[in-house]
Each structure stands twice: as structure tokens, then as C-alpha cells.
């Protein structure tokens, strides 16, 4: 009874974890996720009937009274709940399924939006028709109700893009472009993650998708189209003497670098470190001193010369960035 009940209490636990909407497939908040949910559900009710079925084979084997049963009768037991049930249910599953699997017309999408996986963050460029592409990194913003046709790609190695709340997964591979088209049906905030494990810091590899009005987000787009506008003095000081610029782009400030993280609007993000951290001026001057502590096997150098007081202050600069 004991071993019963510590199975009991892990598996509810397990479920009870996965109750939080934040990064959940069975939370959709577009078509495409939910379709995922509605599959994923007919399945496991698929699942339930099969399992349902052993169990009770189980259940007669271990009850049966002592000695040999009735070999017709034991046949038909066999053959019903060991192959007929389970044969209608797999047959109808799959019929089911199938036209899921069919290839599905694309229209031309609204927006198009090139993602580029990095270890371990994400290169974003916005190229709305008719202007002029934009340079993100690390946090994706897409207006509500029209479609966004993501073009994925890899810069080293296999990674995968994916935003459970509004679609399925798909892989990144270098030298490939795979396209993903999405719509967001609500506004809000969704949360991604790369889903292929892809080195040390894998699982630190996130980001979000901020769904918005279109107006608003076409106000958006357009002042990420203009020049940066630094106002601290001593910060862009130490950005310069630092070499930031040598891996990281600031549109209107230094030539552009494709290393590191588009940091042209780098104050206008939420987060820090793809996702991880909030964007607060300790935090920024900590991951600028020692990035390596956040994200194991980054490829940005740590910079502990700095003192507190010049890393706060190139993170007022970075913050600045808007």
C-alpha cells in the first residue's frame, strides 16, 4: 500500500505541475495550437480505452479461479480485448489523424519574420512589405490577427522553435530555412523556447512572443526602424572603449556586427539573456561582468575590470536604448 501511495502522490505532483498556462500546450491561444490540444486530447482518450483493456485482462487473470479456464472461453476474452477493441480504437485514431498530416496550402503571410537559432539566443529580423527590414534579438513581436510567416534558420547548430500557445515546433537547421506560419488570435505574452537540445545552456535558451493591436504594433515596428538615441555620456564611453561594438550592433552609433545580439532598441525588451532574467540595471551589469554565471557556454567574454559603478552605468546606457 505504501509503494501504491507514493505512486499515487508523484503522479498527481506531475500533474499538478503542468497546471501553469505560462509555456502549456493545452492552453492554445491560436489555430494551430488548438488543433495540437484537440488531437492530443482524442489520443489520450485512444490511450485511456487501450490501457482500460489490459487492465481488465490483468484483472481476470489474477481473479480466476485456480487451475486451467475454458480454452473457447479465454479465446474470446483474448481476441476481443486484446484485438478487436484495440484494432478499432488504433484504426480510428489514425483515421483521425490523417488529415492533420496532409499538406496545407499557404496563403502569403502579412508579415514575414527570419529567426536565426544562436547559441544560446534567437536573431530576429522584421520585414514588413514595402520597408525596410528591422534587427531585433531575444524577443518577438507580432500583431493580432494576422499571420506571420516565421523564417527559421540556424547559425551552428540544430535548434527548434517553439511556442506552445500558438503553435507546434520546428526545427532550425543550418543552411536550411524551414517556414512556420502562426497567428495569434488574443493579445498577450507567450512564451517560447528552443525545444532541441543544443548545448550547455539549452534549456536557458527562451524567449517571448508579445502579441499586440495591429496599430500598435505598426507604431512599434516603425520607431524600431529609427536610429538608436543615447543619452548617457559615460555609459556610451565605456561601450565604445569596452569593444562592445565589435560583436554588438547599436544602429546610428557604430557599423553594424552580426557576432552577438542586435542592441539598437535594447532597452524596449522585457527580458535579459533570451528570456531568463528581468530587465533590471543589476541585473545587466551582472550578466555584462560575468555572462558565463547566467549562461553556461556563452560565447560573450566576461568583463570583471569593470567596476560596479561603470557596469552600472553601461547598463543605464544599454537600458537607455529605446
Partial sequence: MRGISIVIFAVTAGLLAG????QSTLAPFGADAADIRHLFIIMLIGAVVIAAGVALLMRHAVRAPGGAIDHRRGMRIVLWLGGVIPTIVL??????SLPYMKP?????????????GEQFWWRVAYRPPGRPAVTSANE????????????LTAGDVVHSFWIPGLAGKMDMIPGRTNTLVVRADKPGRYRGQCAEFCGLS??????????????AFDAWL???ARPARPSDAEGARLFAA???GGCH???GVNAPSRIGPDLTHFGSRRTLAAGILPMTPANVAAFIRHPEKTKPGVRMPSFPQLSDDEAIALARYLQGLQ
Fill in 104 to 116: 496545407r496550402p499557404v496563403s502569403p503571410a502579412d508579415l514575414t519574420i527570419a529567426v536565426d
Fill in 19 to 22: 497546471c501553469n498556462t505560462h
Fill in 249 to 251: 550592433t547599436v544602429a
Fill in 140 to 151: 518577438i513581436r507580432v500583431p493580432v490577427g494576422r499571420t506571420v510567416a516565421f523564417q
Fill in 91 to 96: 484504426l480510428g485514431l489514425l483515421a483521425y
Fill in 242 to 244: 569596452n569593444g562592445c
Fill in 202 to 215: 539549452h534549456a536557458l535558451m527562451a524567449f517571448d512572443v508579445i502579441a499586440m493591436p495591429p496599430a
Fill in 222 to 224: 516603425a520607431n524600431e
